[in-house]
């Protein structure tokens, strides 16, 4: 499965970017994803757009 690094600090954009930690983090905890690191992050299956979008939403 894809792993992903996140960046060190939410930049807090309107819409939050794809590598924001807090996006993973929500993503994890919808069950997409599983943390390995603080900053990394195990992509389980496809997520797909309308989660992702939720999980980048202000």
Do not use: I
Request: a positive charge; hydrophobic letters at 30%.
């Amino acid at each position: 499965m894809p792993v992903v690094k996140t960046k060190k600090k939410c930049c807090k954009s309107s819409t939050r970017c794809k590598k924001c930690p807090v996006v993973w983090h929500r993503l994890a905890k919808q069950g997409h994803a599983e943390r390995q690191d603080k900053r990394t992050f195990e992509v389980t299956g496809k997520v797909d757009k309308k989660s992702f979008k939720a999980a980048r939403a202000r």
